[in-house]
């Protein structure tokens, strides 16, 4: 599937293409970039589609972080597992 927010001109297209294949998924696998703090696209995508279908169906949703060696992961405290002040 395409990237949220890869392209603005066709948001539309693929926001239909996601509630097209959202009731065939059995897992939902969501990978968010780490080194990028930018999450409005995400989070509108995810109230506005992944909600909505998540409400109606138990299709499990796994987020997933990568690339986790690029900054600002690298700041992660393991010990308290959260992410640091940067």
């Keep these: 599937m395409p990237g ?3 392209c ?4 539309t297209e693929y926001a239909e293409r996601y509630c ?4 065939r998924l ?3 696998l969501w990978v968010i970039k780490a080194d990028d703090r930018a999450l409005s696209i995400d989070a509108k995508c995810y109230k506005q589609l992944i909600r ?3 409400c109606e169906h ?3 949703l796994l987020f997933v972080v990568n690339p986790i060696d ?5 700041e ?3 010990a308290s597992k959260s992410p640091g002040l940067q």
Excluded at 8 to 11: R, V
């Design 70 to 74: 690029k900054e600002p992961s690298r």
């Design 8 to 11: 603005q001109d066709k948001e």
């Design 58 to 60: 138990n299709t499990p």
């Design 26 to 28: 059995d897992l939902i």
């Design 20 to 23: 097209e294949m959202l009731p």
């Design 52 to 54: 909505p279908h998540l």
């Design 76 to 78: 992660w405290n393991s």
């Design 4 to 6: 949220v927010g890869e």
